[in-house]
């Protein structure tokens, strides 16, 4: 192996999207240097989510997870000194703002340690799986860097008021057992079932009819965040009144069997 190729072995490479059937599968791929996310894979992550935006009739959930003992480290603290000049911090929070917003139904299976911004990521999916050994925090104040708006309304929505002050205001490191508790863990899971565990889910979500999925999940989001058009739901609505999913799904229902939805 040449030094070229063990330096790269060594750093690991990109995010990895892999799709099996109407599941896929996100995947982090620097368990060395505990997945952190680095500059240039924020296009490779963009690129994957608009590859998973256009083929959510065929694709209709997604399991995010990593490599290694650690989920991810976060954003490359190497980089923050560039972000003022290179609006880095503005392109990770449009990223996992893109996640949040894809029609699929997303499952994040977290393999150990999340910290930094792969919390907010996490938190963008969702579902989250975690083991035993999951722990989480949000060093932002330890560094003096002031949070991106977005992910401070992911944390408020989903967490509420006083867990979000714990974490942000006092770096607060949290367990697997705590973080279930605050609702940022949907479930703890042996370590060994974990992606089993991620897949089940993901293929119980993709059964669904993924027009009205989609609308829902995008809906709840958005009154979440208090920014639901009720005229852009009232569309979306009628678009699943009229759609063959729904005939299918009642003529399922009538004959007693799966339905097959194609998403239109």
Not at 60 to 80: C, E, M, N, Q
Not at 187 to 195: F, G, N, S, T
């Amino acid at each position: 192996m040449t030094a070229n190729m063990a330096e790269h072995a060594r750093q690991g490479s990109s995010p990895e999207l892999e799709i099996d059937g109407a599941v896929a599968t996100l995947r982090l791929c620097r368990p060395a240097r505990a997945n952190r996310i680095e500059p240039g894979d924020l296009e490779v992550l963009m690129g994957h989510f608009r590859s998973l935006r256009d083929q959510h009739a065929q694709v209709r959930a997604l399991v995010v997870t990593a490599s290694g003992k650690h989920f991810s480290s976060g954003f490359d603290l190497g980089a923050i000194a560039s972000v003022l000049e290179t609006g880095a911090n503005d392109a990770f929070a449009e990223m996992v703002d893109t996640l949040e917003a894809l029609p699929q139904t997303t499952v994040c299976a977290i393999n150990g340690g999340v910290f930094g911004g792969s919390t907010d990521l996490a938190l963008a999916c969702d579902f989250r799986l975690g083991v035993p050994e999951t722990r989480m925090f949000m060093p932002a104040a330890r560094f003096g860097l002031h949070y991106y708006a977005s992910g401070l309304r992911r944390y408020l929505t989903r967490l509420g008021l006083n867990a979000s002050k714990r974490l942000f205001l006092l770096a607060e490191e949290l367990d697997a057992r705590a973080l279930l508790e605050i609702g940022y863990l949907t479930a703890i899971v042996p370590a060994d079932r974990l992606q089993e565990e991620a897949r089940a889910l993901a293929r119980r979500a993709a059964r669904l009819a993924p027009l009205a999925c989609a609308g829902m999940k995008s809906a709840l989001n958005a009154m979440a965040a208090n920014r639901y058009d009720p005229a852009e739901g009232a569309r979306i609505s009628r678009a699943c009144m009229v759609s063959a999913d729904l005939r299918e799904g009642i003529a399922a229902s009538r004959e007693k069997r799966d339905p097959r939805f194609e998403g239109r």
